[in-house]
């Protein structure tokens, strides 16, 4: 009942950067975290990041630290990944996500919405 719509993916050379957007509508729930995730071909979807509904607390994968920054706009209902210093292990097909239940996870099965996920691919 929760639509979710990612948006900003493309290509860029290495040490490039992006930002993605995820808009959500549809069901009213209160105080949701949201997740980034990824997959390349072949590979299981894993996580990126994640924040509280407030952002007052925030996950990184350690293969992301430093270079991801989640955020998020509330009153926009939208969630934001900038990519910095992007790397073409990064080139992955990348997915919003939002928990029925309001904690925060890691983990891709506490996940219950999906987006239809946006292409990132990063040249070298």
């Known amino acids: 009942q929760v639509q979710l719509v990612e948006s900003g993916g493309g290509l860029v050379q290495a040490g490039g950067s992006l930002r993605l957007s995820c808009a959500a509508s549809?069901?009213?729930?209160?105080?949701?975290?949201m997740g980034w995730f990824r997959q390349a071909p072949g590979k299981e979807r894993e996580f990126v990041a994640a924040?509280?509904?407030?952002?007052?607390?925030?996950y990184y994968a350690d293969s992301v630290k430093g270079r991801f920054t989640i955020s998020r706009d509330n009153a926009k209902n939208t969630v934001y990944l900038q990519m910095n210093s992007l790397k073409p292990e990064d080139t992955a097909i990348y997915y919003c996500?939002?928990?029925?239940?309001?904690?925060?996870?890691?983990?891709?099965?506490?996940?219950?919405?999906w987006g239809q996920g946006t292409q990132v691919t990063v040249s070298s």
């Open positions: 924040s509280t509904w407030s952002g007052s607390i925030t």
């Open positions: 996500a939002v928990p029925e239940g309001i904690g925060i996870s890691r983990r891709v099965y506490e996940y219950d919405y």
């Open positions: 549809g069901r009213t729930f209160s105080r949701n975290a």
